[in-house]
């Protein structure tokens, strides 16, 4: 029996296992029509976010402890989004015990926006707000800590491509109008 085993990091990668798969199974056609509509969409997010006044300062929180700051695809969704993640050096860090962050490191770069999705639990914005040094952190005094549930951003896949990505930059979106507009 073949076994076909993919390990998709990245947007691109994703894309191409779409096609790969669909090759695999006799749909070529509709995996391609589904990659390529995949694609355009995530063309039109990032020409909207190329329209945002400002990209904000993310954090990806991908689990709490330890903390583990967000996989490739998920930061290259958030830069498709509007946003800037604040661990670009991380992104190549395939495995999770390689993207585990000090706290403190966080803290110090300050992110404006906190995204959490912590794989099988549901997101406690209380503990992340109250994690030592993090009342002076921008996302947590503003009040820009949200949660993207797993099912939408952590499986590397259609839904991290359409749902996932819409969700946070209608966040972003609204966020840097609510940044920019004068209270």
């Not at 945002?52 to 330890?66: G, I, K, Y």
């Not at 770069?109 to 209380?126: E, H, L, M, T």
């Not at 800590?145 to 972003?172: C, D, M, N």
């Given at each position: 029996?073949n076994?076909v085993?993919?390990?998709?990091?990245?947007?691109?990668?994703?894309?191409?296992m779409?096609?790969?798969l669909?090759?695999?199974?006799?749909?070529?056609?509709?995996?391609?029509q589904?990659?390529?509509?995949?694609?355009?969409?995530?063309?039109?997010?990032?020409?909207?976010?190329?329209?945002?006044p400002?990209?904000?300062?993310?954090?990806?929180?991908?689990?709490d402890?330890?903390?583990?700051?967000?996989i490739?695809?998920?930061?290259?969704?958030?830069?498709?989004?509007g946003?800037?993640?604040?661990?670009?050096e991380?992104?190549?860090?395939?495995?999770a015990?390689?993207r585990?962050?000090?706290?403190?490191?966080?803290?110090?770069?300050d992110?404006?926006?906190?995204?959490a999705?912590?794989?099988?639990?549901?997101?406690?914005?209380?503990a992340?707000a109250?994690r030592?040094?993090?009342?002076?952190v921008?996302?947590?005094?503003?009040?820009?800590?949200?949660?993207?549930?797993?099912t939408?951003i952590?499986?590397p896949?259609?839904a991290s491509?359409?749902e996932?990505v819409?969700q946070?930059h209608?966040i972003?979106?609204?966020?840097?109008?609510?940044?920019s507009t004068p209270?």
């Amino acid at each position: 029996m073949n076994v076909v085993v993919f390990n998709q990091r990245s947007v691109a990668e994703i894309l191409q296992m779409i096609r790969i798969l669909g090759g695999l199974v006799g749909c070529q056609h509709e995996a391609e029509q589904l990659a390529d509509r995949l694609a355009a969409d995530l063309d039109a997010v990032a020409r909207a976010a190329a329209h945002l006044p400002a990209r904000l300062r993310v954090f990806f929180e991908e689990w709490d402890d330890p903390l583990i700051s967000g996989i490739r695809w998920v930061e290259e969704l958030v830069e498709i989004a509007g946003g800037a993640p604040i661990f670009p050096e991380l992104r190549d860090a395939a495995l999770a015990k390689d993207r585990v962050v000090d706290p403190a490191d966080v803290a110090r770069r300050d992110p404006q926006v906190i995204f959490a999705s912590w794989c099988g639990k549901k997101v406690k914005k209380a503990a992340i707000a109250a994690r030592p040094g993090w009342d002076q952190v921008s996302a947590v005094r503003d009040d820009r800590i949200f949660e993207i549930k797993s099912t939408y951003i952590l499986q590397p896949g259609p839904a991290s491509l359409t749902e996932g990505v819409r969700q946070i930059h209608e966040i972003l979106a609204r966020e840097t109008d609510r940044r920019s507009t004068p209270e």
